[in-house]
């Protein structure tokens, strides 16, 4: 995936708000306002494309363990995030797309019922 079709997919999510919370090269994607997806602008620009994703911390190990591509999240939490680097072509779009379902879903999953429920 490419820069923009990365964005396009995340925003198509119902709830996803994209903005700068941080500085003008993060980009941050949040469902209801909390963060599922993090893209420096900059490093994505000099060739360092890859994306920090929350994850379930057993799942998170065990993608660590299969993929080189996959380790704990740069600058978050090395337990609920992982880094995903694009440049190794190890990780297919179809893939890459089941992980931003995947932590799209955990910070869904946190919300209180009313707020989950205000998605449907």
């Not at 995936?1 to 903005?19: A, F, H, P, W």
């Not at 993060?26 to 494309?49: N, S």
Request: hydrophobic residues 40%; charged residues 30%; proline residues 4%.
């Amino acid at each position: 995936m490419n820069i923009e079709q990365l964005r396009q997919y995340c925003i198509s999510k119902k709830g996803v708000t994209e903005d700068f919370p941080f500085d003008a090269d993060t980009l941050v994607f949040k469902v209801l306002g909390k963060m599922f997806a993090l893209i420096g602008l900059e490093k994505w620009e000099a060739g360092q494309k890859a994306i920090n994703l929350k994850c379930d911390p057993v799942y998170a190990q065990e993608l660590r363990a299969d993929y080189e591509a996959i380790y704990p999240g740069y600058h978050m939490s090395k337990k609920h995030w992982n880094t995903i680097d694009l440049t190794l072509d190890e990780i297919s779009p179809k893939f890459l797309a089941e992980l931003i379902d995947h932590s799209y879903a955990m910070v869904v999953k946190g919300m209180p019922k009313k707020v989950r429920d205000s998605l449907n």
